[in-house]
């Protein structure tokens, strides 16, 4: 698994209030830097760049994939289309791929926790 599980994390979902200047603002707290969003867990994510994005860097997806029928990739300021076999390694595990622009992917995962969906993100920090 990518990380220490017992690093610093929010134990729950929630809604992401704000973003910019390099983090994201959610649940009264602040964070610098990217996210990764679970239906279980808000984790710091080390990606800064969409190219970085491996099946490694979305390890956690990986073993949560249960749980999950939706991963919304936010990709900063620029577009990125995923490499096929990451692409086929998430539908493998039943997860659908959708990348878009880190603020459409805010607003996107936000309406989606309000209806409840099985979702998660990777969203990286944008400026």
């Known amino acids: 698994m990518a990380g220490d599980p017992n690093a610093p994390h929010f134990p729950r979902s929630a809604p992401i209030d704000a973003y910019g200047k390099g983090g994201f603002a959610f649940a009264g707290m ?19 760049d ?8 979305l390890d956690r997806v990986f073993a949560a994939a249960n749980s999950i029928d939706t991963l919304l990739v936010g ?8 490499p096929p076999e990451l692409r086929q390694a998430l539908k493998a595990v039943r997860v ?12 996107t995962y936000n309406i989606m926790i309000g209806e409840r969906r099985r979702v998660a993100a ?6």
């Not at 969409?50 to 860097?57: H, L």
């Not at 990709?75 to 990125?80: D, E, F, R």
């Not at 622009?101 to 805010?106: E, I, K, L, R, S």
């Open 30 to 48: 602040s964070h610098r830097g990217s996210l990764l969003c679970l239906p279980d867990a808000i984790w710091a994510w080390d990606v800064t």
């Open 96 to 107: 659908v791929l959708d990348t878009m622009q880190t603020g459409p992917a805010v607003r």
């Open 75 to 82: 990709t900063g300021t620029g577009l990125w289309l995923p």
């Open 50 to 57: 969409p190219a970085k994005i491996d099946r490694y860097s």
């Open 122 to 127: 990777a969203l990286i920090a944008v400026p």
